[in-house]
């Protein structure tokens, strides 16, 4: 069974910093490209960035409003991935997921990208 | 950058069928993804490429992308159906794209 369990987050000045962690079993981590996801408090879901198999490079990507303050990376030993939050603002606050990318072309030469499996989300709320 | 555009709400009578939509330019030409989200839970994939259902994913949940509009339509709609929806895609300028998520009442 998949599981993915973050932790990491809480209460957090403007311009602080804080590491979420999201610690995953049930799969082969490494082979895994995975995203960090938020959702603001009665808002949407956010993309915020992804990291992929270093098999496949390990390059990340990110969403333009967290690009240059936050940092993804992965210890595939340890079947972790993290979020390095730099110059936090207020409008950061929300509950962050990690989940797994499913990606590919399909035989028409179609790319997809989704998310099968999420965690149960960790709050960060950032505010003086 | 590429966005989706969904519609806040939508109604539905138990047992009848409720369509959700997610707007885009040339949505059709990308493949599209859908998820679940009730109160305080985590989003699960309900549909991903457009039409296909996750193991585990009630058949009476479908869905289909043409033109610039992608549909959720979820048969025979039940109690436990009443959530929020995200469609999402991927755009190779912008990356992934969510839409703003439709709140479905089951009335």
């Known amino acids: 069974e998949v599981q993915l369990v973050e932790s990491g987050g809480g209460l957090v000045k403007p311009g602080g910093s804080l590491r979420l962690s999201c610690a995953a079993s049930?799969?082969?981590?490494?082979?895994?490209?995975m995203s960090w996801v938020r959702q603001a408090p009665g808002k949407g879901l956010e993309w915020v960035g992804r990291i992929k198999s270093k098999t496949d490079g390990g390059t990340t990507d990110y969403a333009a409003p967290v690009k240059g303050r936050f940092t993804i990376s992965r210890d595939d030993s340890k079947n972790t991935l993290y979020l390095q939050m730099n110059s936090l603002k207020t409008e950061d606050t929300a509950v962050y997921y990690c989940?797994?990318?499913?990606?590919?072309?399909?035989?028409?030469?179609?790319?997809?990208?989704?998310?099968?499996?999420w965690g149960q989300g960790t709050l960060v709320t950032v505010s003086s | 950058s590429y966005e989706l555009t969904q519609p806040p709400s939508v109604s539905v009578s138990p047992g009848q069928t409720a369509s959700i939509t997610c707007s885009g330019d040339k949505l059709g030409d990308k493949y599209a993804s859908w998820y679940q989200q009730k109160p305080g839970q985590s989003p699960v994939l309900v549909i991903y490429q457009d039409s296909k259902r996750p193991s585990g994913i009630p058949e009476r949940f479908s869905g289909s992308n043409s033109g610039n509009t992608a549909t959720l339509t979820i048969s025979g709609t039940q109690a436990m159906d009443e959530a929020d929806y995200y469609c999402q895609a991927w755009d190779i300028s912008t990356g992934v794209v969510f839409g703003g998520g439709t709140k479905l009442t089951v009335l």
């Open positions: 989940a797994t990318d499913r990606e590919s072309y399909d035989s028409s030469g179609y790319y997809y990208y989704y998310f099968d499996y």
């Open positions: 049930g799969f082969t981590f490494s082979n895994a490209w």
